[in-house]
């Protein structure tokens, strides 16, 4: 009897909201520290959002959520990490919002698999907006005559890692934007101070967060959820999303928004 309810209450806890914000399970709180981060960015934050999959589970009720927690914790970047909406024609609803809250060096964006052949569609309604799609290419943020880097992948080559994602990764301080987590681990990337992906839901529906039936991703529990790190060391965000996919349920899943705190060592 006791270890059935204990059983009963660690589920309750594993499922429960830990957020304010209804539509948004927990908001998870990151530090990460490099030497290689210039002065000027000591302390700058990141929000980092993922599979909305807009208006799925994640409803027009829950979305005016997400902006009012995007407004409480001001970042000074905004993220978007893929699979955004369920049919195009609600793109322009979905990017108004996240568009709408002020940043100091802007938003950008990746495509996800879900969002194969409406790339177009999605691009121009971010860019009326505010939002930045990154489709295989880079853009540099600059801050007291300093600069970091932002790489966004569309696509890629799992044997190849693209001369531009090196050349800027090896040159300073770069957060990597991919859609899948594995990206990091396949091509071998070695010098990234940041890969945030998402993709994998955190599997959506877990036992307790510990074994996921569906994970999208081949390494399996490695890079299903929050902070983990490659083989050569680069530390990869997973973010569970905000939306669902296949069916509206999420079970010891939370669906979350990544808040990252960049520190100087």
Known sequence: ??????????????????????????????????????????????????????????????????????????????????????????????????????????????????????????????????????????????????????CGIKDYDTTLLPEWVKEHTDSGFTIILAHSPDYAQDTRLQTAALVLSGHTHGGQVTLLGLYAPVNHSHYGRRFLSGLSKTDSGVPVITSNGLGTSRRKIRFCAPSDIIFVTLKKE
């Open 1 to 150: 009897m006791f270890l059935t309810l204990l059983s009963f209450m660690s589920i309750l806890v594993s499922c429960a909201s830990l957020s304010h914000y209804k539509g948004v399970g927990r908001i998870r709180r990151y530090t990460i520290s490099d030497s290689r981060l210039p002065e000027p960015f000591d302390g700058k934050s990141i929000a980092f959002i993922s599979d909305t999959h807009y208006p799925s589970k994640f409803t027009r009720k829950r979305l005016a959520n997400v902006t009012r927690a995007l407004d409480d914790l001001a970042p000074d970047l905004l993220l978007l990490g893929g699979d955004y909406v369920t049919s195009p024609a609600y793109a322009d609803e979905l990017f108004a919002a996240l568009g709408s809250n002020a940043t100091r060096y802007g938003k950008y964006a990746v495509p996800g698999n879900h969002d194969t052949g409406i790339c177009d569609e999605l691009e121009k309604s971010m860019m009326q907006h505010g939002i930045r799609l990154l489709k295989n290419e880079a853009d540099t943020l600059h801050d007291g005559g300093s600069e970091i880097y932002v």
